[in-house]
């Protein structure tokens, strides 16, 4: 049994062929339970989340997850996670890896993936808003591939935006930190957005014709990224219905509302993988991807950095 830290999984996985990786296992038809979550105290939870397939993309696995808000006064980390890969045909453990490290680079390339479909193919001015864990993984996704010529930055910490936006021009990224977020959404391409505001934060006024959403921060009910209006004037696509429709506001409340219907969220990332919903059919279309995040994601993310690891010798 292999064990992967941090460095190594971020090391390992690489945008491209992680999102092709998650594409792939869509693809197996997986199956991925809602997750388990289980109140340890009126504080503290444990959350579990399996997935597994079978076939050609067989794998088992399971991310295990605990949430110990006390943890800020031991000076130690709120959420801690580690992921259990298992062989499918016999249930015997093939790795454990660190959860953190693997969540951070699927979630990223889900988004990545998603943008194939949605974002427009000439798309090169891109706004990540948020400057927590995620956020850098989001700006590195959304540039890869991308001819970009202008990454901006916005976080309410403008301090926060400033270093992380140094850091990415580090990598030879084009990033420069902003404070007119209006004025930012209002010219992206891209607007990813990973923060965990509970109120909305971008305006469905602000988005230009053409423009791809992307929210990924919010993964509970109390959570939202994007007003009502953002929502109404998207072709709207989600990670997956089951977590989606029962775990995003961004989605929930404007359905509750009535201000899109059931029928108004187009699709899930597995058929657009497939080809059973179309994506994008114009320029000026703004599109929107919610993702709350998947089990399936893991599960191919773990197999993927099983396989290279292998074929490293590892």
Known sequence: ?????????????????????????????????????????????????????????????????????????????????????????????????????????????????????????????VLVIGTGHLAPYMARAHCHGRSVSRLRIWGRNGVGAQTMAQMLRDEGLPAQAVDDLELAVREADIVSCATTATAPIVRGAWLRPGCHLDLVGGFRRSMREADDAAVGRSRVYVDTFAGALAEAADIVEPLERGVISRADVLGELAQLVTGEVPGRTSDAQITLFKSVGTAIEDLAAARLLLQNAGADGG
């Open 1 to 125: 049994m292999r064990f992967f830290d941090a460095e190594q999984v971020h090391r390992a996985l690489g945008f491209d062929a992680l999102a092709d990786a998650i594409a792939d296992m869509l693809r197996s038809s997986p199956v991925a339970p809602l997750r388990h979550a289980h109140a340890l105290s009126s504080t503290d939870s444990l959350l579990l989340m399996p997935a597994w397939s079978d076939g050609a993309q067989g794998a088992l696995g399971v991310k295990l997850v605990t949430v110990m808000p006390g943890n800020r006064e031991r000076n130690r980390a709120t959420v801690n996670a580690i992921y259990v890969l298992l062989e499918r045909a016999s249930g015997a453990p093939l790795a454990v890896i660190d959860g953190e490290a693997l969540t951070l680079c699927r979630t990223a390339a889900a988004s990545l993936l998603a943008a194939r479909f949605l974002a427009r193919p000439g798309a090169d001015n």
